[in-house]
Nanobody, 121 residues
Framework: QVQLVESGGGSVQAGGSLKLACLAS????????MGWYRQAPGKEREPVSR???????TYADSVKGRFTISQDNAKTTVYLEMNSLKTEDTAVYYC???????????????WGQGTQVTVSS
């Protein structure tokens, strides 16, 4: 069983910064991907940034140049550093992980409980 616990959300004014953290624990064969998604009120959940096991990263166009994903050396915690926050970044942010099955990166996503980020003008 995979447990993901997010922290670091909160309220900030536009232009400010926040750093989210997600600690992964439990029985895992190995993580092929860790990432952050977000869901704003009335909108679908969308990917924000993903970190692959080979170190490559992806970012949504809306956050490029402002957000940075990283992980600790133990690869148990993934971070999302968010700078120059905008009101449109307001959402619940979810950590997610995908696991290896042999050499296959399974499509199933394991989710954390989410952490609220609110950006005010």
């Amino acid at each position: 069983q995979v447990q993901l616990v997010e922290s670091g959300g909160g309220s900030v004014q536009a232009g400010g910064s926040l750093k989210l953290a997600c600690l992964a624990s439990g029985s895992m064969s190995g993580k092929c991907e860790m990432g952050w998604y977000r869901q704003a009120p009335g909108k679908e959940r969308e990917p924000v940034s993903r970190l692959m096991s080979d170190g490559s990263t992806t970012y949504a166009d809306s956050v490029k140049g402002r957000f940075t994903i990283s992980q600790d050396n133990a690869k148990t915690t993934v971070y999302l550093e968010m700078n120059s926050l905008k009101t449109e970044d307001t959402a619940v942010y979810y950590c997610a992980v995908r696991l290896w099955f042999g050499q296959i990166c399974l499509a199933k996503l394991y989710w954390g409980q989410g952490t609220q980020v609110t950006v005010s003008s």
